[in-house]
C-alpha cells in the first residue's frame, strides 16, 4: 500500500508543470472557445497555473465549495 501512495505522490509531482494546449483547455474545462483563451491568454498554459486561475474564477462566481459541508453556513 504504501509503494502505490508513493507512485501516486511521484505521478502527481512529475505533472505539476505539464501543459495544455488551448483546445486541450477547452475541453477539459467545458468553456466556450473565447472565454476559454481569454483565460488561457492571462493565465499561460501551465496546467497548474491554470487550475488556480480556474479555482479563483469559481469562488468569484460563488460556485466553489457549493457542495462542501465544511463551507456551508451553519
Given at each position: 500500500?504504501?509503494?502505490?501512495?508513493?507512485y501516486?505522490?511521484?505521478?502527481l509531482?512529475?505533472?505539476?508543470?505539464?501543459?495544455?494546449?488551448?483546445e486541450?483547455?477547452?475541453?477539459?474545462?467545458?468553456?466556450?472557445?473565447?472565454?476559454?483563451?481569454?483565460?488561457?491568454?492571462?493565465?499561460?498554459?501551465?496546467?497548474?497555473?491554470?487550475a488556480?486561475?480556474?479555482?479563483?474564477?469559481?469562488?468569484?462566481?460563488?460556485?466553489?465549495?457549493?457542495?462542501n459541508?465544511?463551507?456551508?453556513?451553519p
Amino acid at each position: 500500500m504504501t509503494r502505490h501512495i508513493k507512485y501516486e505522490n511521484e505521478a502527481l509531482l512529475r505533472g505539476w508543470d505539464a501543459v495544455y494546449d488551448l483546445e486541450e483547455f477547452i475541453r477539459a474545462y467545458r468553456l466556450p472557445p473565447l472565454a476559454a483563451r481569454e483565460i488561457f491568454v492571462k493565465a499561460g498554459p501551465r496546467r497548474l497555473d491554470l487550475a488556480i486561475a480556474m479555482d479563483a474564477r469559481d469562488l468569484i462566481a460563488g460556485r466553489h465549495g457549493a457542495g462542501n459541508a465544511f463551507m456551508s453556513a451553519p
